[in-house]
Structures are given as C-alpha cells and as structure tokens.
C-alpha cells in the first residue's frame, strides 16, 4: 500500500494523496467473513449479522488489533513519513455502509420498514466505530475522509437518509468538529435528492460523484462547505486526452469563483485505468487550474 501510494505520487505530483483500500474493513473487524478474489475488491461472503440476533455479540473495532484495521493505519505512518511535500489524507468508511457489510444491505434497508429499532441500534454501534476508526486515523497524521456509499439515492430514498442516516452524520462530524478536525465526505452515485441535507451534517467538504451536475451542486452548496468532484471515472477507461481536457475544463468552469472548489475524479480512479489517461487528468488540472 506505501509503496504503491508513494510511486503514484512520484509519478503524479497530485495536490492531495488520497490512502482508500476497500469498503470493508471496518464490518471485516466486527466480524463480517470476506472473500478475496484474485485482483478483484473484496466482498462480504458471510455477514457478521446474518442473524439480527447477532446484535448483542457485535463489538467496537480495536484499531490496533482487530481485521486489517492495524495494518491501514501503519501504512498511512508510513505514507505521510514518505511524502512530505503534500497532505495526506485516509479514507474510512462511513456508519450506514458500515452496517449494509454487518447486516447486508437488502435486509437492512427492509429492516428499516420492518424493524427500525434494530436499525437504529446497529447504527449506534457503527457510528461508534467510525469515530473509533476515525481517531486512529488522525493519530497517523493523515487528515480524515468517510466514504458512505450506500447512502446514494441511487439506493435509497430521500426519507431514508433523513430519517436513520443523517443524525449520525451530523453527530459524527459534530463530535470532530469539536476538536477542530475538518472530515470530507464522499458519496456515490446520486446525492443530489439528499445535497442540502449533506450540507447540514457539518461536513468540511463533500466529495459528488459525476451523477451530480456540478453547476447544480454548487447552486445548492454555495460557500457553505467545499466541493470536491466530479469528472465521470469512466473517461479513465473509455476516455481520450481531449474528451478528458473537456470534461476537466468543464469542471472548472462550473465552480470558479462560485464555491471553494477541488477538482477530482467522481468516485475512484477504476483499478484498471491506465497510467496515461491520469495522466491527462492531471495536465489538465494543471492547465484549467491556474
């Protein structure tokens, strides 16, 4: 992982170093049983909360021993020991996709019909680990990220994430904000039903995804919180120099002068995207960004 990191950013010279591995790490040390293709992510082949009545077994997350959870946080040591000229920063997993790992994310979202006081529970215990996790990460050094992808209106409903999700946002990053920590969050796919309740849980940043038109996020946002985002990732794949350039130039466009503004990729850079059309990316960032 350190090493992996640090040769992008040799290569690369990007603004911010980005340490994201998967989404499951945190419900893997809860007790979630993964599978591990090969070159593959990883997937949760057993839920820790098969059975609901799992809950009363289920246990805070030590940083320091439990899943790979050790194993991130001394890599994250040895990125920011390792590059020294721009800010590092880790990527945890937030509270909701922490419980879709635990319970499975069809059951739990029927859970919140059928049975909303186990969803409210298990998503007091998540939240605690999120904050759990989110400590050790700032020990390393590095700033703090969350990643709640299955908050996405492309998977549930606005009312959904009013209801059970945005009061442990907001309590999450309240908690952070109170030691003078900001705390980015990113999340897939269609957040633009939910965008002013982001906006309200006190997030320093939030990261769109290329669903999003940015024009319209920033109409929501304003100044109220930074913007990262949104060229679509599949231009790292599909893409050429030119249509990247566009999509770069459009991006710039869209936000100059008009919010605190940092451009991204949508999501994340797809594992088999060349070298070369980040590349583009980054000469054109360069070039729209001055």
């Known amino acids: 992982m350190t090493s992996s990191q640090v040769s992008a950013y040799e290569q690369l010279g990007q603004d911010v170093v980005a340490v994201d591995v998967d989404l499951q790490i ?28 799992n809950l009363d077994r289920l246990k805070i997350p030590n940083p320091s021993l439990d899943g790979r959870l050790p194993y991130i946080f001394e890599g994250c040591r040895e990125i920011k020991k390792a590059i020294t000229e721009a800010p590092v920063g880790g990527v945890l997993v937030g509270p909701w996709s922490i419980a879709a790992s635990l319970r499975g994310l069809q059951e739990l ?7 909303p006081e186990f969803v409210h529970s298990l998503l007091e215990i998540t939240t605690e680990a999120a ?7 700032l020990a390393t050094g590095a700033s703090l990220s969350y990643t709640d992808p299955a908050s996405s209106c492309d998977v549930i409903s ?11 946002h907001t309590s999450l990053f309240d908690y952070f904000k109170a030691k003078k920590v900001g705390v980015t969050l990113h999340v897939c ?3 633009y039903p939910i965008l002013q309740d982001l906006v309200e849980t006190g997030a320093t940043a939030l990261s769109i995804d290329a669903k999003v038109p940015l024009a319209k996020a920033v109409e929501v946002v304003g100044n109220k919180t930074a913007i990262i985002g949104n060229v679509a990732t599949d231009l790292f794949i599909q893409g050429s120099p030119e249509k990247m350039d566009e999509a770069v130039r459009l991006c710039v466009a869209d936000a100059r002068g008009k919010c605190r503004y940092i451009l991204s990729s949508g999501c994340e850079v797809p594992v088999d995207a060349p070298l070369e059309s980040i590349k583009w990316f980054m000469e054109s960032a360069r070039k729209h960004g001055k």
């Open 26 to 53: 945190e419900a893997e040390a809860m007790g979630s049983v993964l599978a591990f293709p090969e070159q593959q992510l990883c997937y949760v082949e057993t839920p820790a909360l098969k059975e609901k009545r």
């Open 189 to 191: 796919g269609n957040s």
């Open 109 to 115: 979202i029927m859970d919140t019909f059928e049975d």
């Open 158 to 168: 606005p009312a959904l994430y009013k209801k059970f999700i945005k009061p442990r």
């Open 131 to 137: 904050r759990v996790c989110g400590e050790a990460m």
